[in-house]
């Protein structure tokens, strides 16, 4: 069930980043028509309107997430009845509280989506910290275990490895920058 669990979140994930895509690109006559969104001393760009609508997904998964983040807190077990009922299970019912939380920012003013925004970037920014973190923990666990086993083999394969994965990412830079 704990793979079941996570299969379910990814999905969540992919269901919303294709709703922002969607939304980005296709959103601004909807957008036009709601007052509270619309009404400015200015004329907005059409790119405007479809940044707005990824904002407004992303302060709804903000708020679904969170929600769902606050009701386990202090879950220590698997045989806690919130990991069972909330964590792992009511999807039809987790279901129906995303899409609400998806729809609920789509009536919040501006200046609370802006607001959204700021706090947005900079949490992303403690994000991308955070995962480089781990990630460079990942790495530095991935390469003592290898040199551990003090065999030519494990060295060789963590050399390869490595010459392997900077050839990637260069190869990808390179790739992205043409493209």
Known sequence: S????????TVLFLLTTVLAVVMRDYAQPMMRKIPWISTFNFEPSPQWFGAQAVYRISFGNFLFFGALSLMLVNVR??????DRHLHHGAWTLKFVAWVVCNVVPFFFPNDAVTGYTWLARAGSGVFLVVQMVILLDFAFFWNESWVARDHPSWIIGLLVSTVALYAGSVALVVYLYKW
């Open 2 to 9: 704990r793979i079941s669990a996570r299969a379910m979140y």
């Open 77 to 82: 077990s698997r045989s806690d009845p919130r």
